[in-house]
């Protein structure tokens, strides 16, 4: 990795009180109260963010271009967020020190050579988070459904007190000495090579398009009154049907609770408007209920050892696995959204249910941890909380129980989109594919694929499951451990789940069975 140096003209030793903010998670001006305690009463102020190699340089050995934990596109975002950043601390007569290297080490060295007497970082330490954290974590039980979190939670005072979202200036950076301090680095400057502009999210990082976007979002008062989830049309390409600021809240470029009180304030000035959980306010009470649920739930990231969630024997199939990942399924409405996760790092709610249904109990039987990792990798807006939790959920393994219910990757898209604009968009190959067929392309005959310019088998995929069947047996297991957690009260061992499901013979034929679509799909 090489990086800029960065030059401060005529640095000033730091001999009055120093602080240090370090930039985390919170990318943004307003509405940062860490940044507003670190300013006040000090002579100097140094706005730290620190690139840790771990997380940032390349690792060759990923399934997709990125480091070890995150893919390009979110590398990206988070640099053009810290370009925003600096050029918002500079207008404010400061700018962003970025260092490099193991962050504790780091740290510290910076901490001692700058004489730093306040050292400040988004963390929710006033008194008001923690009594708040303490009543919402229920005496060390989390509510587990939405209706409990709101019941707890009640109206947060801060929903109606007034927050700052104008800063005019900040102390000036005091000498940084030795310390090893760059400018913010491009993607180039980490080692990596910039993809083709097509294959890039649309979305820019930054806390000025996050404002930007979210003030576009709230001035049509009318569509902000409106907010209905789940309804929405999730193959909308040109304006999609929802925010888009989930990415923006993630690295913390827009404040969740300027936000809350924007939409309130619309709210305000309309005669009627939707209300929690459906309504736009309803979905970041959603996140702050994940937030909640999964502080306080240990290993709420996996299935073992974690009390909210169901036991299930999920199959361990790397190659339905990867062909899932790799967009090679079959079913163009699945395929097509996980080229768009690919490229856009962003897909909309239903579109992600969607797919996650699908890898799990809809079609594949595919563990939902296997699908929550490259979720974790590829989504720009990839948080720890949310993404676990709505994978507990689409698997229905917590949260959400109805597993009759599952997404057909043939007909949901469908009514959405009858001409498979979303689908010919991401999957070129299937672009002259008349629509009757565009869904089931298997099923077109051959003339029609010869046509098309796409043979199935060929230049596209047979579907890897057949849905009905699949589907059904997938119901049948669900079923069956549903019984057995219930009987075992959610003590279930391994031992038990090897035991459930299919009979012997029944498990060769259906072994014998997917060994032969695996044999045409991957021959
Ligand atoms: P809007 O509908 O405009 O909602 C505004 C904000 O509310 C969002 O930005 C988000 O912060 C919050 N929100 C909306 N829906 C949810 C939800 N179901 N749970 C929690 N918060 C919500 N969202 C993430 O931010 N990060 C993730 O890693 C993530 N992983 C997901 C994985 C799966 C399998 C599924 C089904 C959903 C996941 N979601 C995740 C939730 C949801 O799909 C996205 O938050 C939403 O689509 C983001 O688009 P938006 O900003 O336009 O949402």
């Not at 005959?445 to 009905?468: E, M, R, T, W």
Request: aromatic share 12%; hydrophobic share 35%; glycine share 6%.
């Amino acid at each position: 990795m090489r990086f800029p140096v960065f030059s401060l003209p005529n640095p000033t030793m730091a001999s009055g009180s120093s602080s240090l903010m370090w930039f985390r998670k919170g990318l943004r001006i307003h509405d940062n109260p860490a940044l507003e305690y670190a300013a006040r009463g000090s002579d100097y102020l140094y706005p730290v963010f620190m690139i840790d190699p771990h997380y940032m340089e390349p690792d060759p050995n990923a399934f997709s271009s990125g480091s070890r934990r995150a893919g390009l596109n979110r590398i990206r975002f988070l640099l053009e967020s810290l370009v925003d950043l600096d050029l918002n601390l500079q207008k404010l007569g400061s700018r962003l020190l970025v260092l490099n290297g193991e962050p504790s080490e780091v740290l510290f060295r910076c901490l001692k050579e700058w004489n730093i007497k306040k050292l400040c970082f988004e963390f929710d330490t006033e008194p008001y988070y923690q009594a708040l954290d303490n009543k919402v974590k229920n005496g060390g039980r989390p509510p587990l459904s939405y209706q409990s979190f709101v019941k707890l939670a009640g109206e947060p005072s801060w929903a109606s007190s007034p927050i700052s979202t104008e800063l005019t200036s900040l102390p000036p950076v005091g000498s940084v000495g030795s310390c090893p301090i760059s400018e913010v680095p491009t993607i180039e400057n980490l080692g990596y090579e910039d993809t083709e502009e097509d294959d890039r999210t649309p979305f820019k990082g930054g806390e000025s398009e996050a404002l930007r976007r979210m003030r576009e979002s709230i001035a049509n008062k009318e569509w902000v009154a409106n907010f209905e989830k789940p309804k929405g049309d999730p193959s909308s390409l040109v304006k999609p049907a929802t925010t888009v600021l989930s990415p923006y809240l993630k690295f913390g470029c827009l404040s969740s609770r300027y936000f809350y009180q924007c939409i309130q304030e619309v709210q305000r000035n309309v005669k009627r408007h939707t209300s929690p959980p459906v309504s736009l306010l309803g979905q970041l009470l959603w996140r702050d209920f994940f937030y909640t649920v999964a502080f306080g739930t240990p290993n709420f990231d996996q299935m073992k050892e974690n009390r909210i969630c169901k036991q299930i024997p999920w199959k361990n199939d790397d190659e339905l696995l990867r062909a899932w990942r790799d967009a090679r399924t079959g079913f163009p409405w699945i395929d097509a959204i996980m080229i768009q996760l690919q490229k856009w790092g962003w897909m909309h709610h239903l579109a992600r249910h969607c797919v996650a249904c699908f890898l799990t109990r809809g079609d594949l039987f595919v563990h939902w941890e296997k699908g929550r990792d490259v979720f974790e990798r590829l989504l720009i807006d990839s948080d720890w909380s949310i993404n676990n939790a709505n994978w507990l959920w689409l698997s229905c393994s917590s949260f959400f129980y109805q597993y009759n219910r599952i997404y057909s990757p043939i007909s949901f898209g469908k009514k959405y989109d009858p001409n498979g604009n979303f689908i010919r968009h991401f999957l070129p190959i299937l672009k002259d594919m008349p629509k009757e067929y565009i869904y089931e392309p298997w099923t077109a005959p051959l003339s029609i694929q010869v046509k098309a310019k796409c043979i199935i088998g060929k230049d596209y995929p047979k579907p890897v499951v057949d849905h009905d069947l699949a589907s059904k047996e997938c119901k049948q297991i669900l079923y069956e451990a549903y019984q057995l957690n219930k009987r075992l009260n959610g003590k279930v061992s391994e031992e038990d789940l090897k035991s459930l499901g299919r009979k012997p013979e029944e498990d060769k034929k259906q072994e014998q069975k997917s060994k032969r679509l695996k044999q045409t799909l991957f021959s």
